[in-house]
């Protein structure tokens, strides 16, 4: 290959969009998404295709304590820490063929293209799929890649269990025998650099009319789970004023909490994603309604300040109904700033390939996140259609992909070197 | 047995409380309460234990097409229409041990009390335990009352459905099968009066000091499912402005609606007992909410203009939050207003015994609201602590029920002739 030839040439769109609609078929819904809750039969399926599409090239599959999996193709220099690429195979409920997938696939697809050129890299070059990323069914989200870096501790993750009370190392268990490959601590695996491609799953580049989002850092997330303590009473005998009706509780404790989130820039994201109410009869006045919290911004002071101030305002709210309140902190994971040197070489190839692009802030958490912390990390986001994600109406074009495939391809090569 | 006798003075106060206890035992929960849905196996339980009671002392038992449980001691007119007094011996899913099961050993004290004292009545006297009062697991509620005086088409109360996709007569089948008792079909019965004695599950007579509630009527209740739709979207990625988030929707609908429901005097009771989020993932915009509402009023024309506007508030609300929104009318039981005779004897019965005690509306529905379609019906209430039912906390004394049981032999006997 001379050195006037780019790596983006030998990206395939097809080839990338064909692995699409292969995996959109696994744990596929009746609506056109996918439903491959992580460490589920499903998720399963799809690690063993990846694997098996791996086996075809020649590349080595391995699976580490946590369940991620690593496809590699050797550098010149086997000892060299590895570049990493990759997302995610585990969706939402009802997630769309894309969120994560493309992530891993664009990665794939650059391995490809390099065997197909006889590129030869000097650090080895590895394609993850990172266990539970979208924390839908254990959380937290981003497991795989937390435990793989060092932010939660692997016992403490392994022992996390689903709503049935099945364990992370007991899903881990039945999804390795489902889908077996060698084993390969992550002690042993030190990243050079790590790129994550993406849908944007926000309608900015849309917008924009931008083929390429270059990421410059990704908001802070705070988790929280609230849980509002009435009393049971009978529907149709209690007065409102003897009431310690827990929904009505929690309704104005959420109306309350959206008060304080009402920005005028709209760029504090809250979300109540999942509430449960107990006992849940229609003709009982509940006694306990939970429900979850995400709240994110990018600017890691006001994040902190909303995020403590959430507790004062259920309790107050809460016992303005008679009712008791809790307020749990799950999770708070400040804003991420990417470093200067892969942001730049994402900007530096997206320039060269001459695509359209904004800097930009991610507005959803990835594993990128945690990677940042142990090396040099970037993510390349391209468009989706009316920004929707996590929804099985989750779009986008061939184009688009193979556009961000070609920027991961520059990018690698440059951290990778050939 | 004299003249001067009085069959009150045969009701055992330790007989009655010590049946509440092992009724209390079939269902137990750990918190004091019973778990009794029904046609489930403890109803079955339930019914079992009182046809053993039954069979005892020679009563006859017999079950009809819904399941309505029989125990019935002949009159000396065999052919004369039976009095009956009755409940239910189904709960809430946290619910206590007396809400309807005092209603049916109260029933069955006053046969035994007949039998002890050798008295013969000219009516047939039958005790009842009424299929599915709470319309916890099933809907509606009083099933078996509504069947029995032809309310609503047994046909469709057969065919409907648990949150299983179990039926009620798959359920009744299995119940049938662990509580073999003799068939009788409820054509077969036209009865000539009803007596219902239950704890008040409200707190007036615990207030005003009183032992007995004379009841003249119910109120009426409407139910209601309400059902809001937005769209899922990513919860860190898409900002308030292009959200169609079902919980904030149905946040704000719950608002209005409470606002709407916030009468001075306190008398209308709006409840929001059960709620189901969709997808009910932290991190995925909601896209349904569904919910049911609880309307109750005394007074006929309020209730049926204050349901009739709940359509209207609804789809604002959500419209103004960019969601849809469907409400559906589940069921609307204008109030009853009972017999005047009927109310009249239990005043009668209650002043000759000489208990304190208030002349009140019903806060609850009861199977006695369907019987006062098709015969004289009367209710008598007794005090239960703090007024709180609907919880495994609900609580009555002894003395009190043994009272309300005194009263009810007193009417039972005028009304069937001795």
């Given amino acids: 290959m001379s050195t006037d030839t780019r790596i983006s040439d030998a990206v395939s769109q097809t ?8 995996m959109g078929s696994i744990g596929a819904t009746a609506r056109g998404g996918v439903n491959r809750l992580a460490l589920s039969a499903a998720d399963a399926a799809a690690q063993a295709e990846l694997a098996g599409w791996a086996a075809a090239r020649g590349f080595r599959c391995v699976r580490d304590e946590i369940g991620n999996l690593f496809v ?11 570049v990493l690429m990759g997302s995610h195979l585990d969706s939402q409920p009802t997630g769309g063929r894309f969120d994560g997938t493309y992530g891993v696939l664009a990665g794939f697809e650059v391995l490809e293209a390099l065997a197909d050129s006889g590129m030869h890299t000097r650090r080895p070059v590895e394609v993850v799929a990172w266990t539970n990323e ?8 981003c497991m795989g ?15 996390m269990q689903d709503r ?16 077996p490959v060698e084993f390969r601590s992550m002690q042993s695996v030190k990243p050079a650099a790590y790129l994550e491609a993406h849908i944007e799953q926000g309608p900015r580049l849309e917008a924009a009319g931008a083929t390429i989002g270059v990421v410059t850092g990704i908001q802070g997330i705070r988790r929280l789970i609230v849980t509002v303590r009435g009393e049971e009473a009978h529907a149709g005998t209690t007065p409102r004023a003897a009431r310690r009706d827990a929904v009505s509780a929690a309704v104005a404790v959420i109306s309350a909490l959206e008060s304080m989130c009402n920005d005028a820039e709209d760029a504090i994201r809250f979300t109540v994603g999942r509430m449960e109410v107990t006992p849940n009869s229609p003709n009982t006045v509940p006694s306990k309604v939970e429900f979850s919290i995400d709240l994110r911004h990018p600017d890691a002071a006001l994040l902190a300040r909303l995020g403590d101030s959430i507790a004062e305002t259920v309790q107050a709210t809460a016992s303005g109904r008679r009712c008791a309140a809790e307020v749990k902190h799950v999770s708070h994971v400040p804003p991420t700033v990417f470093s200067d040197t892969t942001v730049g070489l994402i900007r530096t190839a997206t320039e060269a390939l001459q695509y359209r692009y904004l800097e930009m802030p991610s507005g959803a958490g990835h594993d990128a996140m945690y990677l940042n912390r142990v090396c040099p990390t970037g993510m390349i986001f391209v468009p989706c259609l009316r920004g929707v994600s996590h929804n099985e109406a989750e779009s986008a074009t061939a184009e688009d992909l193979a556009a961000g495939a070609r920027v991961l391809a520059q990018t690698l090569v440059a951290l990778a070197g050939s």
Same sequence: chains 1, 2.
Avoid: C, I, N, Y
Avoid at 145 to 159: E, I, N, Q
């Fill in 15 to 22: 080839r990338l969009w064909d692995r699409h609609v292969v």
């Fill in 72 to 82: 590699r193709r050797e550098g010149m220099d086997r000892d060299a820490a590895p």
């Fill in 134 to 141: 979208e924390g839908s069914r254990f959380q937290p989200g």
């Fill in 145 to 159: 890649s937390a435990a793989f870096t060092g932010v939660f501790p692997l016992d403490r993750m392994l022992g």
């Fill in 164 to 179: 049935d009370g099945v364990s992370v190392s007991t899903a881990l268990a039945e999804l390795t025998k489902a889908s």
